[in-house]
Antibody
């Protein structure tokens, strides 16, 4: 079964760090770019970051640039989102999603999401 | 960054009637060398992740009912639900991936009148 499963969310104080994981199964994740998308409570979708299939390129939304870092371990079929200097406005459900080049990078597989709450 | 603007923010349509959602990008998302628009549509139901409906602006994802269709090119796009069903009540988002930083529209809520 092709799927992505996020983990690592939780409650964290402002200024602290958290690392999210995205485990891929049922497909070779090293063949796909993986994106992170977040959704604040009651709000719309915000694209956060992408790491290319081979890890050579990484891009970030301005709102997280310099604070968040994406990485991947293709040997484990796992992707990571390291989040530093967290702010209240980073509170959201974080999804990882598979981008398909032949679909114009549309996201065909999404995880169920993991909730991150930044609060003192 | 490319800004995506959807209209309306919400709409209520009777069962069996047509629903139309518009999406406008701040710059063209047409990759002219291959004549394809880097524009996708997603459906999101409460408590669920988004689901891909349409990519390349008009190509329906496998398994998506044919009452869903996408059209448009360049900067102006439309998602049409030809005959609204109860299970189509959801939020709908357009997204561009022409630039290296993908951006979503603000979403359109579709309800039953």
């Amino acid at each position: 079964q092709v799927q992505l499963v996020e983990s690592g969310g939780g409650v964290v104080q402002p200024g602290r760090s958290l690392r999210l994981s995205c485990a891929a199964s049922g497909f070779t994740s090293s063949s796909y770019g993986i994106h992170w998308v977040r959704q604040a409570p009651g709000k719309g979708l915000e694209w956060v970051a992408v790491i290319w299939y081979d890890g050579t390129n990484k891009y970030y939304a301005d709102s997280v640039k310099g604070r968040f870092t994406v990485s991947r371990d293709n040997s484990k079929n796992t992707l990571y989102l390291q989040m530093n200097s967290l702010r209240a406005e980073d509170t959201a459900v974080y999804y990882c999603a598979r981008g398909v080049l032949s679909f114009g990078n549309a996201f065909d597989i999404w995880g169920q999401g993991t909730m991150v709450t930044v609060s003192s | 960054d490319i800004v995506m603007t959807q209209s309306p923010d919400s709409l209520a349509v009777s069962l069996g009637e047509r629903a139309t959602i518009n999406c406008k990008s701040s710059q063209s998302v047409l990759y002219s060398s291959i004549n394809k628009n880097y524009l996708a549509w997603y459906q999101q139901k409460p408590g669920q992740p988004p689901k891909l409906l349409i990519y390349w602006a008009s190509t329906r994802e496998s398994g998506v009912p044919d009452r869903f269709s996408g059209s448009g090119s360049g900067t102006d796009f439309t998602l049409t639900i030809s005959s609204l069903q109860a299970e189509d009540v959801a939020l709908y988002y357009c997204q561009q991936y022409y630039s290296t930083t993908g951006t979503f529209g603000q979403g359109t809520k579709v309800e039953i009148k």
